[in-house]
């Protein structure tokens, strides 16, 4: 059997890798068009910001090693130009020498990946513009960083890459401005999670203009489409990216919703014995089973493991993903997995909302909060997306909930998890376990949660809401959420007597634990209709800070 593959990074290579494993005798080429293979996009930010010294550290293997260790042909610079897949015939170009030759497969494996996406900004091809998608623009970034030492730079796009170079380039000393044409950074994250990541990105001294597009690029500035002129000798195109699917196109491989070449299970295509993976395929949702595009690396490996090992007589099947993402801006990590909350409600869920902040570890040892913001189907009490904000503790929580959601756990299971404790590492209750008791109350309507946009909507449509602080006097005094009277919990027994039991009723703390507090001696007095604002106070404030920022 011949297999050939188009395409040598992440997701190529691990086809090769996984046929090989399984088949000594199989002949396996893989042809590539760019100069280096199986090398780390994700880690180009971290060399530009001087925290990997080598470049050649993300370039840790190359067709010579390949050969050695998989018995597998790679050749770079390696064009596939023209596929027949009647005759199942490839026609590959040498873009060094222009030569071009014909070779047969018996499979053939699309791991094209993707290109960086160029928008149409008058002067986007100046020299000092530059993608961040492989190694040798990377080296030239690196070179006109060394040679011409700019001081300012102007990122265009807030995602993954863009929020990453905008880090690493202040790091370095320069002025960093990011430019993002929708209304919030990062558009996988709900807008009251990105705004604590934009607030932290501005207090790391970047500019971060929203609702904003470059229209205009010169030698010395980018001028925005509201006539903003930004000071730039330096600009760093991170606009996204889209799958390679011209050559696929062109023999009638079908594409899927997103765009990517559609594939099953099995990472087949509609046409026989032709497969896709990587960042040229399409995946789909673990939970709503529809397409879903998310170009990681980590996917990337995945389908490549797959489609090799199918390929050889394996059974291995995809079963979808996530779209879990976690990336470090400065001081925070922010991670999502999951649907969001506009994701979920644009797919038909009825859900509730939980805003959970609690420190990592325990305070008494320096624990630092993070923010929880976790999504619960009301019909089956599935967990249906997490999105979580902190300077520590992050990655290991995220983690949790990505299995606990792909094995399809309800709210009160994550309660019962027997997670690992010990002060420098946890509290005796995990911000895990208390997400999945306070969200199973709430699916329980034994304590509702109300969130303060969904408060602010229902006073502003008119209804009336009786509104409790909880908290000690001098905190409700410093802030409040508006139409707040304050009854501090230990009074609110006797206090609750000179209040409607009728009337809708929402109460409040700091964070949520004393307004939940709250919200049980009133539900216990008889109360008909008792909320706990969720996340507290210091999610209102949050609230009422990005609506006056956006």
Do not use: C, M, S
């Given at each position: 059997m011949k297999i050939i593959v188009i395409g040598s990074v992440a997701a190529g290579t691990s086809v090769a890798a996984k046929a090989r494993r399984n088949d000594e005798k199989a002949e396996i080429t893989l042809y590539h068009a760019d100069y280096d293979i199986s090398y780390s996009i994700c880690g180009i930010p971290y060399f530009l910001g001087g925290e990997v010294?080598?470049?050649?550290?993300?370039?840790?293997?190359?067709?010579?090693?390949?050969k050695k260790r998989y018995n597998v042909d790679i050749h770079t610079r390696h064009e596939v130009i023209n596929i027949d897949s009647d005759k199942k015939m490839i026609t590959v170009k040498n873009l060094d020498t222009n030569e071009e030759k014909v070779d047969h497969?018996?499979?053939?494996?699309f791991a094209n990946g993707a290109a960086p996406i160029t928008p149409p900004i008058q002067g986007v091809d100046r020299q000092h513009v530059f993608h961040v998608r492989n190694i040798r623009n990377t080296a030239a970034i690196h070179s006109f960083i060394v040679s011409k030492k700019p001081k300012k730079v102007t990122i265009i796009g807030a995602g993954f890459i863009g929020l990453e170079m905008a880090e690493q380039l202040t790091h370095k000393g320069l002025e960093v401005t990011i430019i993002q044409r929708d209304h919030q950074i990062m558009p996988h994250l709900d807008q009251d999670i990105a705004f604590l990541v934009e607030e932290h990105i501005r207090e790391n001294g970047v500019n971060l203009l929203l609702n904003e597009e470059a229209t205009v690029i010169t030698d010395n500035y980018v001028e925005t489409k509201s006539g903003t002129v930004i000071d730039s000798d330096l600009v760093i195109l991170a606009t996204?990216?889209?799958?390679?699917?011209?050559?696929?196109?062109?023999?009638?491989?079908?594409?899927g919703e997103s765009g990517a070449i559609k594939v099953?299970?099995?990472m087949e295509t509609n046409i026989p014995n032709i497969y896709a993976v990587g960042d040229v395929a399409e995946s789909f949702s673990v939970i709503t089973g529809k397409p879903i595009y998310r170009p990681l690396g980590s996917t990337a490996n995945k389908m490549g493991r797959i489609a090799g090992d199918v390929i050889t007589d394996g059974d291995l099947e995809h079963r979808g993903i996530l779209g879990t993402g976690i990336l470090r801006v400065f001081d925070l990590a922010v991670g999502y997995t999951g649907l969001s909350e506009k994701e979920a409600k644009k797919e038909?869920?009825?859900?509730?909302?939980?805003?959970?902040?609690?420190?990592?570890?325990?305070?008494?040892?320096?624990?630092?909060?993070?923010?929880?913001k976790a999504i619960a189907d009301r019909k089956t009490s599935r967990i249906l997306g997490v999105q979580i904000v902190g300077a520590e503790g992050v990655d290991k929580r995220i983690d949790v909930f990505v299995t606990a959601i792909s094995l399809k756990a309800k709210a009160k299971d994550l309660f019962h998890l027997d997670l690992a404790y010990a002060p420098p590492f946890s509290t005796t209750k995990d911000p895990v376990m208390y997400t999945g008791m306070a969200l199973q109350n709430a699916l329980d309507k034994k304590n509702k949660l109300i969130t303060p946009q969904q408060l602010t909507a229902r006073i502003e449509n008119g209804e009336q809401f009786q509104i409790i602080d909880a908290r000690a006097t001098k905190q409700y005094e410093e802030s409040k959420v508006d139409g707040a009277v304050n009854i501090p919990l230990a009074q609110l027994r006797e206090e609750a007597k000179k209040l409607d039991p009728n009337i809708p009723t929402v109460t409040y703390c700091n964070k949520g634990v004393t307004g939940n507090a709250a919200q049980n001696v009133l539900i216990n007095m008889g109360f008909k209709e008792v909320y706990n604002l969720s996340g507290g106070n210091k999610n209102y404030q949050s609230f009422k800070r990005s609506i006056s920022t956006h």
């Open positions: 010294d080598e470049l050649e550290t993300l370039t840790p293997r190359n067709a010579a090693w390949f497969y018996d499979t053939l494996v996204g990216v889209k799958p390679n699917t011209k050559l696929a196109q062109k023999i009638g491989v079908e594409l099953n299970a099995k038909g869920f009825d859900i509730e909302i939980l805003h959970n902040i609690k420190p990592a570890k325990a305070a008494y040892l320096g624990g630092k909060e993070i923010v929880i």
